[in-house]
């Protein structure tokens, strides 16, 4: 044992941890069967370690085995709730649209011949001409009711719609404000008035506010006075059985500026 305590004594001193003699020496203490185990490499990041499944895991399991009874007799199902019917839920009414109204396309001229206006239609959309089929046809009309033959304009010519595109309404409500407007106005700045003829539809509907029933009848407009309504001059050109009932018609109205006139 001395020999051994000095030997370690030695080592101690050249800092040897661990060392294994190649015989056996004398007094010396038997080695550890530790230090003869080869140490394991150092791996600087080893890889992971897989996981292996074991036979218990990766292997399926058996069904337990039933009986000859349960495999030939059929399971009764299990009874099942009543689902209540859901009710579909409504579905919302569209909203009705509104429908637009397009714009009414006419040309209206204002004429004066004497004690009475004429709001005419122009047949072309142009003001008439001297030579014009409808100009003769109007003057013919004048004669007959014993005013003057050569009307005077009043005012341009107006034409429906006023614009061509853009957000501005020009539907049939908003035609007839502008038409009894120009036609008031103009009413305003002349000599007084007996009669106001409407020649022509687009003048009975847009400044009369009426419809083909009010043709050859008088009319009470308001802020317009007493209004007369004829068909167009076009229509009495294709129409010559109109002319008819339009003399008819004239022989009463016509004492409405005859009597100015005669007195």
């Known amino acids: 044992m001395i020999e051994e305590a000095r030997r370690r004594a030695y080592l101690g001193a050249m800092q040897v941890a661990t060392w294994l003699p190649r015989v056996a020496l004398p007094f010396a203490a038997p080695s550890r069967p530790q230090l003869l185990e080869a140490p394991?490499?150092?791996?600087?990041?080893?890889?992971?370690?897989?996981v292996v499944e074991t036979a218990r895991e990766a292997a399926?399991?058996?069904?337990?085995?039933?009986?000859?009874?349960a495999r030939v007799m059929p399971r009764p199902a299990a009874p099942t709730k009543p689902v209540a019917p859901v009710e579909a839920e409504p579905e919302a009414a569209p909203v009705p649209r509104t429908p637009v109204a397009p714009p009414p396309r006419f040309a209206l001229q204002l004429l004066r011949a004497g004690e009475c206006m004429l709001l005419v239609e122009l047949p072309t959309g142009e003001p008439l001409a001297s030579r014009d089929p409808a100009y003769l046809l109007l003057k013919d009309l004048l004669r007959a009711a014993g005013l003057p033959d050569s009307p005077q304009l009043v005012g341009e010519p107006v034409r429906w719609p006023l614009f061509a595109g853009g957000s501005m309404d020009q539907?049939?409500?908003?035609?007839?404000?502008f038409v009894q407007g120009f036609v008031a106005a103009r009413l305003e700045e002349s000599a007084a008035c007996r009669c106001l003829w409407l020649v022509g539809m687009p003048a009975v509907r847009f400044a009369g506010e009426a419809d083909e029933e009010a043709l050859l009848r008088e009319l009470q407009v308001e802020g317009?006075?007493?209004?007369?309504?004829?068909?167009g001059l076009e229509r009495?050109?294709?129409q010559p059985t109109l002319k008819a009932d339009l003399w008819r018609a004239m022989r009463r109205v016509r004492?409405?500026?005859?009597s100015q006139n005669t007195a």
């Open 40 to 50: 394991e490499p150092v791996v600087a990041n080893p890889p992971p370690t897989p």
């Open 60 to 69: 399926p399991v058996a069904a337990p085995e039933q009986s000859i009874s």
């Open 171 to 177: 539907g049939p409500e908003a035609a007839r404000e």
């Open 224 to 231: 317009l006075g007493v209004a007369w309504a004829i068909p």
């Open 236 to 238: 009495l050109a294709e």
């Open 255 to 258: 004492q409405r500026w005859m």
